[in-house]
């Protein structure tokens, strides 16, 4: 019974390849389902228990909790994918942690330069897409190529602002199958809730240039659904974390007079010696609006929030 039921699975396939064309050459796609809005529930590790080398060969990441079954988005919508991708997470009271496992059947085609910040999207690349308000409004787009190259953007519905530089840190390593990467991301990196659980929408990407461009992704994105957003995945279990405050410098050329000025209000005298000391308990104690101050002839706008 066993036998005849395979048959008529690989007999279904090949109806469907000649009526289709969807057949891929790695798995049943016949078989294939797509995460739709996937859930993935995190547990905390011990602080300090990864090292960010790019090798996830620490035991925390033994027992992170993985994202998997990536689909093909482009060019195919929503189709089982060439290559599978594996995604491990965990955090600790400092940094949230992905593990990237890229596998690939064609290591020799694997596109990766060592280059500056944000200039690795033509090679392979991978990471998260995160929205830690789950307001579909704005999101972190965070990614790295398998040589641990950075790039990062800001996702809002206008669209994507390449200027954006986050600290993260990351490490990628190349194996004869695979490709693999770490990525830590300090929750002082990020702005989210303040409140002791936390539910964020959550994307994971991947691109694989080759012959064609091919870009997966974890969770099913519909070409019908311009709300990006919306068809991402749920991140749950992050608990008692604290975000940043979004610290942003801008040099400006106008003059500025010799203060700090907050809310219309001066809180502190110009440049002098202890400034360095007293700015930092001021922006510690800042929330959301700006503050704008002029050091030794230069002019920095500082905006918090």
Same mark, same amino acid.
């Given at each position: 019974?066993?036998?005849?039921?395979?048959?008529?699975?690989?007999?279904?396939?090949?109806?469907?390849?000649?009526? %289709? +064309?969807? &057949?891929?050459?790695?798995?049943?796609?016949?078989?294939? !389902?797509? @995460?739709?809005?996937?859930?993935?529930?995190?547990?905390?590790?011990?602080?300090?228990?990864?090292?960010?080398?790019?090798?996830?060969?620490?035991?925390?990441?033994?027992?992170?909790?993985?994202?998997?079954?990536?689909?093909?988005?482009?060019?195919?919508?929503?189709?089982?994918?060439?290559?599978?991708?594996?995604?491990?997470?965990?955090?600790?009271?400092?940094?949230?942690? %992905? +593990?990237? &496992?890229?596998?690939?059947?064609?290591?020799?085609?694997? !596109?990766? @330069?060592?280059?500056?910040?944000?200039?690795?999207?033509n090679d392979d690349w991978v990471g998260p897409i995160i929205d830690p308000f789950g307001d579909n409004k704005k999101a972190y787009e965070i990614f790295v190529n398998p040589y641990g190259i950075q790039g990062d953007l800001i996702w809002t519905k206008q669209g994507e602002n390449s200027s954006y530089d986050m600290i993260f840190y990351s490490e990628a390593k190349i194996y004869k199958d695979k490709w693999t990467a770490e990525?830590?991301?300090?929750?002082?990196?990020?702005?989210?809730?303040?409140?002791?659980?936390?539910?964020?929408?959550?994307?994971?990407?991947?691109t694989r240039p080759r012959e064609t461009r091919t870009q997966m992704s974890w969770a099913k994105i519909s070409r019908d659904n311009p709300a990006f957003l919306t068809q991402a995945g749920i991140l749950k279990g992050i608990k008692k974390v604290k975000g940043g405050k979004n610290l942003e410098i801008l040099i400006l050329t106008g003059v500025i007079p010799d203060m700090i000025t907050y809310l219309g209000n001066t809180v502190m005298g110009g440049a002098h010696k202890g400034m360095h000391a007293q700015f930092n308990h001021l922006v510690e104690n800042l929330n959301?609006?700006?503050?704008?101050?002029?050091?030794?002839?230069?002019?920095?706008?500082?905006f918090i929030g």
């Open positions: 019974m066993v036998k005849i039921f395979a048959q008529v699975l690989v007999l279904s396939a090949i109806i469907s390849h000649i009526l %289709f +064309g969807q &057949i891929k050459t790695t798995g049943d796609s016949s078989l294939f !389902v797509p @995460n739709i809005n996937p859930v993935i529930n995190i547990s905390h590790c011990a602080g300090n228990s990864i090292i960010i080398d790019g090798k996830l060969n620490e035991d925390a990441w033994k027992n992170a909790v993985k994202a998997e079954n990536f689909v093909e988005i482009e060019p195919g919508d929503n189709i089982k994918p060439p290559v599978e991708t594996e995604v491990l997470i965990t955090f600790d009271n400092d940094n949230l942690y %992905f +593990g990237f &496992i890229c596998y690939d059947s064609e290591m020799n085609k694997l !596109v990766s @330069n060592y280059c500056d910040r944000d200039k690795m999207f990525i830590a991301i300090p929750f002082k990196s990020l702005s989210f809730p303040d409140k002791d659980n936390h539910d964020w929408k959550l994307h994971f990407i991947r959301d609006r700006a503050v704008f101050f002029k050091p030794d002839g230069l002019c920095p706008g500082l």
